[in-house]
T-cell receptor, first 113, second 115 residues
């Protein structure tokens, strides 16, 4: 069936470096995507979203890029900090009639001090 | 208030017990969700309520029974669970199903252990 997946299960970066987390999706009809951060013992926390009529969106220290041609999504975190250590999920809204968020497998981000 | 509150935070129950998980939001959201998350896995959608009506049931076993008493509350009734049902149960809410491009806000989850 349709699914959202991630290329790298674990990413280790040095504090201060930039991080890039990738995600592939297979539902070409999806028109809304979200990145979530999940810290240990907590629920997913919204980071940034993007609609399919955009290819880039920036937030505070984060940028999401969407390439609809190859069905690829990425999250860039600038100047990665220890507090950024968490699991990052991309999520795709595939609901025909409304919100049905399907999550990718997740990437563990480890920030080394 | 951008909080989704779930109670209890932790729950241990036997396979013959009946228990309920509760979820509450006061953001005026009209869509509410239950997700199940196993360790080291992504959240998996179980149910979606829209305007207090069940709109999506992802083929969840009947031992899980959702209920939406009003627009702010969502319950998940549990009965005759199996040890493999042990997981983190997450509640979420979003603005509504009239617009698909609104993010879902998640609670902190209930860590359920079935013994």
């Amino acid at each position: 069936g349709e699914s959202v997946g991630l290329h790298l299960p674990t990413l280790s970066v040095q504090e201060g470096d930039n991080s890039i987390i990738n995600c592939a999706y297979s539902n070409s009809a999806s028109d809304y995507f979200i990145w979530y951060k999940q810290e240990s013992g907590k629920g997913p926390q919204f980071i940034i979203d993007i609609r399919s009529n955009m290819d880039k969106r920036q937030g505070q220290r984060v940028t999401v890029l969407l390439n609809k041609t190859v069905k690829h999504l990425s999250l860039q975190i600038a100047a990665t900090q220890p507090g950024d250590s968490a699991v990052y999920f991309c999520a795709e809204n595939i609901g025909e009639y409304g919100n049905k968020l399907v999550f990718g497998a997740g990437t563990i981000l480890r920030v080394k001090s | 208030d951008t909080e989704v509150t779930q109670t209890p935070k932790h729950l241990v129950m036997g396979m013959t017990n009946k228990k309920s998980l509760k979820c509450e939001q006061h953001m005026g959201h009209r869509a509410m969700y239950w997700y199940k998350q196993k360790a080291k896995k992504p959240p998996e959608l179980m149910f979606v309520y829209s305007y207090e009506k069940l709109s999506i049931n992802e083929s969840v076993p009947s031992r899980f029974s959702p209920e939406c008493p009003n627009s702010s509350l969502l319950n998940l009734h549990l009965h005759a669970l199996q040890p493999e049902d042990s997981a983190l149960y997450l509640c979420a809410s979003s603005q509504g199903l009239s617009s698909r491009d609104t993010e879902a806000f998640f609670g902190q989850g209930t860590r359920l252990t079935v013994v």
